[in-house]
């Protein structure tokens, strides 16, 4: 029993600790794959694959977002229009949803579509310690999370008005 929470605790610890691809110094990326049900997405620069990311979805991530509240992460063809160094997760970029189709949609059901869909690290204060263990479970109210370390690099990678690419 001993030798298997031993184990355990290596694993665990491997991990956490495993060092992961980072992205080159002074890479740019012009587009944003996302496919929600490999919880991955891809990084691109004309046309060239960067890097995969394992990604955290809203909490209710099967489906296209409806409207505001609904847990879900939109699904469709975005652009990255903002940058924000002072969120309430570390770092976060723009994803320009809602679209007016969604606008239309979120109407026809008599609510709001809701905004403030973001590429975002953890939760600023003492979150940051779960590190990679967020990918465990889709837990954003319809964002797309990465690592603190990841969203960094995107920050300082992805030009703004970049394509995203959200798939099922």
Not at 49 to 76: A, C, M, Q, R, V
Request: charged content about 25%; overall charge positive; proline content about 4%.
């Amino acid at each position: 029993m001993v030798f298997f929470v031993i184990g355990v605790v290596v694993l665990v610890a491997g991990y956490y600790f495993f060092p992961e691809k980072s992205l080159a110094h002074n890479v740019k990326i012009d587009r944003l794959v996302v496919k929600k049900a490999d919880r991955k997405m891809e990084a691109y620069y004309k046309g060239e694959l960067l890097k995969t990311y394992t990604i955290s979805l809203g909490f209710n991530p099967i489906g296209h977002k409806e409207y505001e509240g609904d847990g879900k992460t939109p699904e469709g063809v975005y652009t990255i229009n903002d940058r924000n160094p002072k969120s309430g997760y570390y770092l976060n970029l723009g994803v320009s949803y809602p679209n007016e189709k969604d606008r239309q949609h979120a109407s026809s059901l008599g609510k709001s579509p809701g905004g403030d869909i973001k590429i975002h690290g953890l939760r600023n204060g003492n979150a940051g310690y779960i590190g990679k263990f967020h990918r465990f479970k889709d837990w954003t109210a319809g964002c797309i999370a990465v690592t603190n370390d990841e969203v960094q690099e995107l920050y300082d990678a992805v030009i703004l008005g970049s394509e995203i690419e959200i798939k099922p």
